[in-house]
């Protein structure tokens, strides 16, 4: 049996490519190839990260003889010797993920430095100051990545340093500085861990390489995994490189820069350089950088290989490229590539502008954006050059950002929100009942809820930002303020939500206005194109669906009637038709409520000429229509509100059961969604596409007895419309026995909110911000269910529903209208499992048209698929 191998030198072929040398070590091995100036080295795959991460921490056999042998060749290649006192051969240490992941893991430079060896560099460079301060740098990255010494030790060692000397830079220190702070340094390392710093270059190097492959598992490494749904069991690669200096004088220097902006895309040069400097400098902000343009006048040839080498690459992935370099005494070399972090507006431009000049097809510009990264475009976004402190932290539940005086009360919201005042509706946790604050709310912040909530499903089709589910926000009603943190404020106080990241800051924080151009319509177009699943916006209002259809929208999945009874005018009437002793009662208040509605669907009808509109019939409880008890407004009201009481409304006595016991509801919304059609038709010539949704339906008798509603009044208001009647699905049941609920069905529509928690048992606004948080972090559940689809369990019910549904009726219209239709990993599941629509809020149209376009491409292996700069 072939011994595993664990080490590649850059000139060596290797067959695993980025996910076994990582992206840093699949680039330099490219880079070399390309003849392009890179310092000597090897990688340590991502194999031997897994096998130590397996024997908890011990390095797997024949790695250590593969690295001493690696070593070897470094030597010959070098004429340098590592561990060497006279003219040491000194390497960086990096991390190298095969997903980029920036700043999360640790690198260490100038190992193999001791104090004979700083002597013997000294000596055989003629610069003293060069060699003292390689050492210094060594001694603190090492002790802060090695041995998790607290690197403000070291900096405030440094800081007194100058001060003592009057420097105003690092580089103002001279040797004889250097020499005394490499001694100060070296006690911090003794003081902080009982021992010497290690002299022996080959045991730094076993230590380090064990640290880097350690730091896979640090804090922030884990948040940003989680972040950006990068699996915890891929592991690093570590890049062992020959060193090259930046700081030995003048004619050196270190910086990065990139092929494109990254902020705009606008090509062009971009990025920033210090002279005399080693690269930590520029990354950590240790010093000041100066542009990139400056490095002209100081370093020409360096300078005008820089440009050209940029330009090689930049044609060679086909990207824009991140770089970083070092200019050792008039010589360049390049110490990394990789496609470049870039913002949503950046990405759209620069993959059309790529497109143009014929580096990339359509296809590939489709597939490299990150269709989440279109909420930047979408929404006004908090300045990225902005500097605030984080005051809380809830759950990203709508996107954008915001800032406002903090209201805590919806009447106050709309009062203060018409005067033109800019305002943010705080409370534990909102209803229905706030509809009119949240219109004119800025955004809303809520201490309890989670991603589907009420105030996120409304906030999203809005486009307002909200932050839901924040722990850390707590209310006192009574005197008007609210604790955030460690933050006590009184209502009208600034706050700014950023509900793209869940963060809450106390103040008004820069924004960054949304950025939608010719671009983003350029890329949407084509991804248009190419896409199967036609996409429609869940939307309740004529405003909403004009936006909507401003954004794309091929129609409207979900209209939601409930929503339009919560008017200020609506909802006395509502109010009074639940509170009626009789059926005359009702059917008296709801004659007077047929035309509230009607007149919305006609506007909506007119706002979607031409598009199908799917009206979901009345589907909550009826107590979420009436205050709390001991806000009733009289005894009367008190002793309805304890008959409708149930223990688990979201199980109880809500949608198509509403719609069974009382017909006369649904009733009167058939009559006014025919009659609004008929209106239109008759008013505009156009012919309004209608369908009609009963939800919660899990039995074919509970659909045959509504469908036999819906054609009998239809046919008594308007017999000449057209019009579908279909069902929601959102219950085990109801998926399991599709094959009978379609016989009475034109349509299905997955309502993936609820069936997620009826599949899982999971309620949603118990789940997040609870045990779910726990869940996520400690790795029993990769992803929020509420999120994206769980494919392995509703997914399952899905599917047994799409084929047992058009095993009954081959030609079953399919959609989605649940939240997760503007999720990119969700709509792939929904392409692949041949639905014909998803439908979502009115601002993720734009996402799910983009990754519908890539679902296509993925099944054909059109373009690639990891987004540029992810």
């Excluded at 946790?429 to 589907?452: C, S």
Aim: charged share 25%; glycine share 10%.
């Amino acid at each position: 049996m072939t011994a595993a191998r664990y080490v590649y030198a850059f000139d060596e072929p290797s067959e695993g490519g980025r996910e076994l040398l990582g992206g840093k070590g699949v680039g330099l091995a490219e880079m070399t190839h390309l003849g392009i100036p890179v310092p000597a080295g090897f990688t340590i795959t991502t194999d031997a990260c897994r096998a130590y991460r397996a024997a908890g921490g011990t390095m797997p056999d024949g790695l250590e003889a593969e690295v001493a042998e690696h070593i070897e060749r470094l030597e010959r290649k070098t004429g340098k010797r590592f561990g060497d006192t006279d003219d040491p051969l000194l390497v960086s240490v990096r991390s190298g993920a095969a997903v980029s992941m920036p700043g999360m893991m640790d690198t260490i430079l100038n190992l193999g430095l001791a104090d004979r060896a700083a002597a013997g560099l000294a000596s055989s460079t003629g610069n003293e100051r060069f060699a003292r301060d390689s050492y210094r740098r060594l001694i603190q990255m090492y002790g802060e990545v090695v041995d998790g010494i607290d690197g403000h030790r070291f900096e405030q060692a440094l800081t007194d340093l100058k001060r003592e000397r009057g420097a105003q830079q690092d580089v103002d220190l001279s040797a004889g500085d250097l020499a005394a702070l490499v001694e100060t340094y070296k006690h911090v390392y003794r003081e902080e861990t009982g021992s010497d710093f290690p002299q022996d270059a080959r045991e730094q190097l076993r230590r380090a390489v064990a640290a880097v492959f350690d730091s896979w598992d640090n804090p922030r490494a884990q948040v940003y995994r989680r972040t950006y749904g990068i699996p915890d069991d891929v592991g690093t690669a570590v890049n062992v490189v020959q060193m090259v200096f930046g700081n030995k004088g003048d004619d050196c220097g270190t910086g990065v820069c990139f092929t494109r902006d990254p902020s705009t895309g606008e090509q062009g040069l971009y990025g920033e350089f210090l002279v005399n400097a080693q690269g930590e400098d520029v990354v950590a902000g240790i010093r000041t950088p100066q542009p990139i343009e400056e490095m002209r006048e100081r370093l020409p040839e360096a300078f005008e290989q820089l440009l050209e080498t940029m330009a090689r690459l930049e044609q060679h992935y086909r990207d824009m490229q991140d770089i970083e370099f070092t200019v050792e005494q008039g010589k360049l070399y390049l110490l990394q590539t990789r496609s470049a972090k870039r913002t949503a507006a950046a990405a759209v431009r620069a993959a059309v502008d790529m497109s143009g000049e014929g580096l990339i097809t359509r296809e590939a510009a489709v597939g490299r954006i990150d269709p989440t990264q279109l909420d930047q475009l979408l929404h006004p976004m908090l300045d990225p050059n902005a500097r605030f402190d984080v005051a809380a932290k809830g759950l990203n539940a709508s996107p954008g950002a915001a800032s406002g005086a903090i209201v805590l009360d919806a009447d106050a919201a709309e009062e203060r929100g018409k005067a033109g005042e800019s305002v943010i509706l705080v409370g534990w946790e909102t209803t229905p009942d706030d509809i009119h604050g949240m219109i004119q709310a800025k955004g809303v912040l809520t201490a309890h809820g989670g991603m589907t909530s009420h105030a996120a499903v409304v906030a999203r089709g809005m486009g307002k930002p909200c932050v839901a589910g924040c722990d850390d926000l707590t209310i006192d009603i009574e005197v008007r303020t609210i604790r955030l943190g460690a933050h006590e404020l009184r209502e009208g106080d600034t706050i700014t939500i950023d509900g793209g990241t869940g963060r809450v800051i106390v103040g008004e924080v820069p924004l960054v206005p949304p950025q939608i151009n010719e671009d983003f319509e350029t890329l949407l177009g084509w991804a248009d194109g190419m896409r199967r699943l036609r996409v429609r916006a869940n939307a309740d209002t004529p405003d909403d669906s004009a936006k909507a259809r401003e954004f794309g929208a091929e129609g409207i999945g979900l209209c939601r009637t409930e929503h339009m009874f919560m008017a200020h005018d609506r909802l006395p009437v509502v109010q009074e038709m639940i509170l009626a002793e009789d059926e005359d009662g009702r059917r008296a208040a709801l004659d007077r409520l047929l035309p509230f509605q009607q007149s919305d669907f006609e506007g909506i009808f007119e706002a979607m000429a031409g598009l199908p509109v799917t009206i979901r019939l009345l589907d909550p409880p009826l107590h979420e229509f009436l205050p709390d008890e001991e806000h009733a407004a009289d005894e009367r009201m008190r002793r309805r509100i304890r008959q409708l009481r149930e223990a688990n409304p979201m199980l109880g006595t809500r949608g198509c059961r509403l719609g069974l016991q009382w017909p006369e509801i649904y009733e009167m919304q058939v009559r006014a969604i025919v009659r609004a059609a008929k209106a239109v038709h008759e008013r505009t010539g156009d012919v309004p596409l209608v369908e009609i949704m009963h939800p919660l339906v899990g039995f074919r008798e509970e659909l045959r007895r509504l469908r036999e509603l819906t054609v009998r009044v239809a046919a008594e208001e308007a017999p000449d419309i057209d019009y579908l009647c279909g069902t929601m699905i959102e219950l085990p049941r109801a998926c399991i026995c599709a094959h009978e609920i379609a016989e009475e069905a034109d349509f299905f529509s997955f309502g993936t909110n609820d069936l997620t928690q009826t599949a899982l048992g999971f309620s949603r606004d118990d789940a997040e911000g609870k045990f779910l948080t726990f869940y996520l972090e400690d790795g029993i559940l990769d992803r929020n269910p509420f999120e994206t689809l769980d494919r392995s369990g509703v997914g399952d019910l899905m599917r047994i529903g799409v084929e047992r549904g058009r095993g009954a009726k081959e030609h079953l219209k399919i959609g989605i209208c649940g939240e997760h239709a503007g999720e990119p990993r969700s709509v792939e599941f929904c392409h692949d499992l041949g639905l014909d629509y998803v439908s979502c809020s009115p601002f993720r149209v734009p996402v799910a048209r983009l990754a519908a376009a890539q679902a296509v491409l993925k099944a054909s292996h059109a373009a690639e698929y990891v987004p540029a700069g992810g």
